[in-house]
C-alpha cells in the first residue's frame, strides 16, 4: 500500500502476529487433510456448492445491511427478522396451495405466488420498521437506534411467535425442484441451483438499479450527503423509504431461498442469518454493495469448506461443531488486514 | 465516526455471540433455605409430629384446611420440541383428573416450561423454588434441562421426578442430586437396545453418530457407540456433534460420508434431526446408510418437519405396548379429553402419568394432620418415594433405587413406513 505509512505499535504488532498465526494454522492444517486424503474431491466440490448456496443467501440479506448502513449509517439489526417474518408468513401461502394442489399442477406459478407473498410481507415489515422505529429517532445520537433496533428485532421476534405459534413448520415439497444437473465436473441439486441463479439475478437487478436509474442515483446521492441531496430537490424520507423496501424485497427472496434448501420455518430463525449476513456485510465493507455480495460467498464457502479442510486435518473430534467460530474468525482476520472490509472506504476518508 | 461505528457494530456481534453460546454458569447458587416450612405447631404446645418438621432437615410442607396442594411441572411446552412436554404434561393432567385430592387436599399445577435447555431448565426450577408450599415437581423433560433443575430443587429439599429425562449422569451415583428421581429409562439401556437392534437385526457392521451437545445425545451417542463396538465389535467411523440451532449439515454429513458408514445414529431433537434426516439423504456417500434416531425425535412433529425424507428411519425409545387394558381403555380416551388430541403426541405420557401418582403415594404415606393443618417433611416425603418397590403403573412393575432410577425400562425400536411410526423391535 504505497503512501500508506504502518505505525508498528504494540496492539499492531500483537494483531499481525495473531492473523499471521491464524492464517499459518488454517494453512498447516489444510495441508495435513489433503495429505490425509480422506475427503473425496468430489465431496470437495458438494462442499462448495453448497457453501455458494448458503452464501448467495447470506448476501441477499447482507445487502438490506449495507443498503441501509449506506444512507442512514446506522446497523438495522432487526433485518433478520425481516428475513425471517417473509419466509414464516409465506409458509401458510405454501400449505394453503399445496392443499389447493397447486404445486402438483402448476408449480412454477405456485413458486411465484410463494415469493411474490415473502417479498411483500418482508417489504411492509421493513417500511412499517423503518416508519415506527427509526423514523422518530432520526436526529438522535447514533447509539439509540441501534438499541432500537435490537427491540424491534426482540419485538418481531416474539409477535412472529405469538402468531404463528413456536414450533418448527415445514414446508411442502417442492418437487420440481427435486433432482441434480451435472455440468462436466460440477455437479449439484437444481435447487442449488436455483438458490444461486436466482441470487445472482436479484443481484444484478438491483446494481442496475442503483447505477441505472433516477431512484437509484437519487440513493446514491443520500448516501453522499444528505442535506445538499435535500437541497438538489431530492425527497430523502421517500429515498430512505425506498432503501428499507428494496431491502425487505430482496429480505424475502431470501426467506423464499433459504426455505428451499432447508425447507423449515421457526420464529426464531432470523437471528443467525441475520447475524452471518452482517458479518458479511462488515467483511466485505459495510456501505458497499458488491462488498455485501462477495461477503456473503466468502462467508458462506469458508463456512462449510473450514471446518473439514483446516481442523480435521488436525484430528479435532468433531470439527464441524466449530463452523461458527471459523466464520467469525475470518471476520477478525480481514479486519486485522482490512480494517475497513475488503472493499470498505479507506480508513481516514 | 465510522470507526467507532464499526467497532461497536462488532462489539455487539461478540455480544450477540456471547449470550447465544453462553451456557449456563451460574446454575450453582445457593440461596439460603428460608422454606415456608417453620413448624408453627410448635406454638400451640408441640407434639410428637411437630417434631418430626423439626427434625426434617428442610422443614414441612404446611397446608390449612382447605389449601390446595401445589405440584409444579417444568417440561418443554414451546418450542420446536413442544409435543415432547406437552404430551408429559397431558399425562399428569390425566393422572390429576383421576385423582385429584392427594392427602385430602386438591391437587393444583405450577406449570412451568423447561425450554429444553440449560438456561430454561434453570429458571423453571428458580419460578417453582419461589412458590411456598410447593410439594414436588414433575419434570424436566430435557435431560440438559434436568441437570440444573435437579441441583437447584434438591438444595431446596424439593422433589424432582422426571418422566423423560434419559441422561445416565442424572442418576449415576458420583452426579445424583437427592431429590431427584426418573420414571423415565435410562439412556444406558436404550443406548444398548439400539446398538443391539443395528448388529443384530440389521446386521450393519459400521456406525457414525451425531450429537447436539446435549446432556441427553451426547451420553446417548456416547453409550451407543461403545455398546457397537463392545457387544458386536461394531466399527465406529465418526462421532460427530452439531450445534442446536444449526441449519445446515452438509460439512457434518460430508465429513462423514468420506468413511460410508453402514449407519447413522443421530439421538438428537426435532428441529435439527428433521433437517439432518433430509440433507443426510441428499449426500453423495450416504445413499446406502440406514439412519436412525431416539426417543427426541420420536414424535408426529418430526415426521411433518422431515417429510419424506423419514421414510425407513430406525427410531429407538420406550415400548408403548403396555401390558393390562387400562391404557388403552381409560388412559387413552381420558388423554383425549385433556388434550384435544386424537392420539398422544410423544411418547412419556404414561411415564408422567406414573409420576404423579408415585409422587402422590409418598405425599399420602409421609404426611400427617395436626390441629386441621396437613404437614408433610420434605426429606421423608423423599425417602418414602426412593423407597417405592413394586409400583404398578401404566409403563410397568417400578422400583426405584438409590440414585433415583425407578423405571421399567422397556424400549423398542419403530421404523417410519408410509409417514407414520410403525413398532418393528422386539417382535
Redo the contacts between chains.
Keep these: 500500500m504505497p503512501g500508506r505509512r504502518i505505525r508498528l505499535n504494540f496492539v499492531n504488532l500483537f494483531l499481525w502476529l495473531l492473523g499471521g498465526g491464524l492464517l499459518a494454522f488454517a494453512a498447516y492444517g489444510s495441508f495435513l487433510t489433503l495429505i490425509e486424503g480422506?475427503?473425496?474431491p468430489?465431496?470437495w466440490q458438494?462442499?462448495i456448492v453448497?457453501?455458494v448456496a448458503?452464501g448467495s443467501v447470506y448476501a441477499l440479506i447482507a445487502l438490506g445491511y449495507t443498503l441501509v448502513y449506506g444512507i442512514l449509517?446506522m446497523?438495522n439489526?432487526a433485518h433478520g427478522e425481516v428475513f425471517m417474518w417473509g419466509a414464516f408468513t409465506a409458509f401458510f401461502a405454501a400449505t394453503a396451495l399445496n392443499d389447493a394442489g397447486m404445486m402438483a399442477s402448476n408449480p412454477v406459478l405456485a413458486f411465484f405466488l410463494v415469493l411474490a407473498t415473502s417479498m411483500l410481507v418482508s417489504m411492509v415489515v421493513a417500511i412499517m420498521l423503518e416508519r415506527i422505529a427509526y423514523r422518530p429517532l432520526r436526529g438522535a445520537p447514533?447509539?439509540v437506534p441501534?438499541i432500537t433496533a435490537?427491540g424491534a428485532s426482540l419485538f418481531l421476534q416474539y409477535t412472529a411467535r405469538g402468531f404463528y405459534g413456536?414450533?418448527?413448520?415445514?414446508y411442502?415439497?417442492y418437487t420440481i425442484f427435486d433432482g441434480t444437473i451435472s455440468l462436466g465436473f460440477l455437479s449439484l441439486?437444481v435447487k442449488q441451483a436455483v438458490v444461486i441463479l436466482a441470487a445472482v439475478g436479484l443481484m444484478v437487478g438491483l446494481y442496475l438499479f442503483i447505477n441505472r436509474t433516477r431512484t437509484g442515483r437519487a440513493m446514491r446521492a443520500v448516501s453522499e450527503d444528505k442535506d445538499v441531496a435535500a437541497m438538489m430537490g431530492i425527497n430523502v424520507d421517500r429515498i430512505i423509504v425506498t432503501t428499507f423496501a428494496i431491502g425487505g424485497l430482496l429480505a424475502g427472496a431470501a426467506g423464499i431461498l433459504y426455505t428451499l434448501?432447508?425447507?423449515?420455518v421457526?420464529f426464531?430463525?432470523g437471528?443467525?442469518p441475520g447475524?452471518k449476513a452482517?458479518?458479511a456485510a462488515?467483511l466485505g465493507g459495510?456501505g458497499n454493495v458488491i462488498g455485501a455480495a462477495l461477503g456473503g460467498l466468502i462467508l458462506g464457502v469458508v463456512?462449510?469448506?473450514g471446518?473439514?479442510l483446516f481442523l480435521?486435518g488436525y484430528g479435532v473430534?468433531?470439527?464441524?461443531?466449530l463452523?461458527?467460530v471459523i466464520a467469525?474468525s475470518v471476520?477478525v482476520l480481514v479486519?486485522i488486514f482490512r480494517?475497513?472490509g475488503l472493499l470498505g472506504?479507506k480508513?481516514n476518508t | 465516526?465510522?470507526?467507532y461505528?464499526?467497532w461497536?457494530?462488532?462489539l455487539?456481534?461478540l455480544m450477540?455471540?456471547l449470550a447465544?453460546c453462553q451456557s449456563d454458569g451460574g446454575g450453582a447458587s445457593e440461596e439460603p433455605s428460608s422454606d415456608g416450612g417453620e413448624p408453627s405447631a410448635s406454638a400451640d404446645g408441640g407434639s410428637g409430629s411437630a417434631a418430626d418438621c423439626d427434625a426434617d432437615e428442610f422443614g414441612c410442607i404446611e397446608l390449612a384446611e382447605g389449601d390446595p396442594l401445589i405440584i409444579g411441572t417444568a417440561l418443554v411446552i414451546?418450542?420446536?420440541n413442544?409435543?415432547l412436554g406437552l404430551d408429559s404434561q397431558y399425562g399428569a393432567q390425566v393422572a390429576n383428573s383421576l385423582r385429584p385430592e392427594v392427602a385430602g387436599h386438591e391437587v393444583e399445577f405450577n406449570f412451568q416450561d423447561d425450554g429444553c435447555s440449560t438456561e430454561g431448565g434453570t429458571a423453571a426450577a428458580r419460578a417453582l423454588v419461589s412458590e411456598e408450599n410447593i410439594a414436588g415437581v414433575i419434570g424436566t423433560s430435557c435431560s440438559s434441562a434436568g441437570i440444573p433443575a435437579a441441583e437447584i430443587l434438591s438444595a431446596e429439599g424439593i422433589l424432582l421426578v422426571s418422566p423423560s429425562n434419559t441422561a445416565p449422569s442424572l442418576t449415576a451415583p458420583e452426579t445424583h442430586e437427592p431429590f431427584y428421581a426418573r420414571t423415565a429409562h435410562n439412556d444406558s439401556i436404550q443406548g444398548a437396545a439400539m446398538a443391539q437392534f443395528v448388529c443384530e437385526v440389521l446386521g450393519l457392521g459400521s456406525a457414525a453418530t451425531i450429537d447436539d451437545?446435549s446432556a441427553y445425545a451426547d451420553q446417548l451417542a456416547a453409550v451407543f457407540a461403545s455398546e457397537f463396538q463392545s457387544q458386536c465389535d461394531g466399527e465406529i467411523t465418526a462421532?460427530?456433534?452439531?450445534?442446536v440451532?444449526q441449519?445446515?449439515?452438509?460439512?457434518?454429513l460430508?465429513?462423514i460420508?468420506?468413511?460410508s458408514p453402514e449407519f447413522l445414529y443421530f439421538p438428537i431433537f426435532?428441529?435439527e434431526g428433521?433437517?439432518i434426516t433430509?440433507q443426510a439423504r441428499?449426500?453423495?456417500?450416504l445413499e446406502d446408510t440406514e439412519l436412525g434416531g431416539a426417543d427426541g425425535i420420536l414424535t408426529p412433529?418430526w415426521l411433518?418437519?422431515?417429510?419424506?425424507a423419514a421414510d425407513g428411519v430406525y427410531l429407538s425409545g420406550p415400548d408403548l405396548a403396555f401390558s393390562g387394558d387400562f391404557y388403552a381403555d381409560e388412559f387413552l380416551p381420558a388423554y383425549t379429553d385433556v388434550s384435544g388430541e386424537s392420539e398422544p403426541i410423544s411418547v412419556f405420557h404414561a411415564h408422567a402419568f406414573d409420576a404423579y401418582n408415585m409422587l402422590a403415594d409418598a405425599i399420602e404415606e409421609v404426611a400427617f394432620t395436626d390441629g386441621g393443618t396437613t404437614y408433610i417433611p420434605r426429606t421423608a416425603l423423599r425417602d418414602a418415594f426412593m423407597a417405592t418397590s413394586g409400583f404398578e403403573g401404566i409403563t410397568g412393575t417400578l422400583t426405584c433405587d438409590e440414585n433415583g432410577d425407578c423405571a421399567d425400562a422397556k424400549i423398542s425400536v419403530s421404523e417410519v413406513v408410509d409417514g407414520a411410526f410403525e413398532r418393528i423391535w422386539p417382535e
Design positions: 480422506r475427503i473425496q468430489n465431496q458438494n462442499l453448497a457453501g448458503l449509517f446497523i439489526f447514533r447509539l441501534l435490537i413456536s414450533g418448527v413448520r415445514a411442502p415439497d441439486s434448501i432447508f425447507n423449515q421457526l426464531f430463525m437471528f443467525l447475524i452482517f458479518t462488515v459495510i463456512e462449510q469448506l471446518p473439514n480435521s473430534p468433531s470439527p464441524n461443531q463452523k461458527d467469525f471476520l479486519l480494517p475497513s472506504r480508513e | 465516526m465510522q470507526k461505528m464499526r461497536s457494530g462488532m455487539v456481534v450477540l455471540v447465544a414451546t418450542g420446536a413442544e409435543s451437545g462421532e460427530e456433534a452439531v450445534t440451532g441449519t445446515d449439515f452438509t460439512g457434518v460430508e465429513n460420508a468420506a468413511d426435532v428441529a428433521a433437517l433430509q441428499e449426500t453423495s456417500g412433529d411433518a418437519a422431515a417429510g419424506g
